[in-house]
């Protein structure tokens, strides 16, 4: 199946600012080296509340927004500024499969929600 013009020019649009993101992320950690390990109660606190507001779609209708969109994008930001530092500070050097696929996780829900966001932008 070929995407229409417009579609794949929203996928083009949503893996360039995923890779954005990541990119300019994962340098701000190289290059400050500092430690990210502060970001580990808020990001857990914010995935709980990300699950419950999920959770409460499911159950009462509601559709999630541009707003849910936007604060998913953030919360995996923070993830890539604590996983990367962890990576960098606290992995030893045979876990590097665990640290892959933790960051993929993190890139792929990061992805998922910016396409999201940008289709939401686009049915305006």
């Not at 580990?40 to 009462?60: C, D, E, N, P, Q």
Request: hydrophobic letters at 60%; a positive charge.
């Amino acid at each position: 199946m070929l995407l229409s013009g417009q579609a794949s020019a929203i996928l083009m649009q949503a893996v360039v600012i995923t890779l954005t993101i990541f990119v300019g992320l994962t340098l701000t950690v190289f290059l400050t080296r500092k430690d990210f390990s502060f970001l580990r109660g808020i990001l857990t606190i914010g995935s709980f509340a990300v699950l419950g507001v999920i959770l409460a779609s499911m159950l009462f209708g509601f559709s999630l927004g541009a707003l849910f969109c936007g604060a998913v994008i953030l919360l995996m930001a923070g993830y890539i500024l604590y996983e990367t530092s962890l990576v960098m500070s606290h992995f030893p050097p045979t876990a590097h499969v665990a640290a892959a696929l933790m960051l993929f996780s993190t890139i792929a829900t990061l992805f998922w929600y910016v396409l999201q966001l940008l289709m939401q932008l686009n049915r305006r």
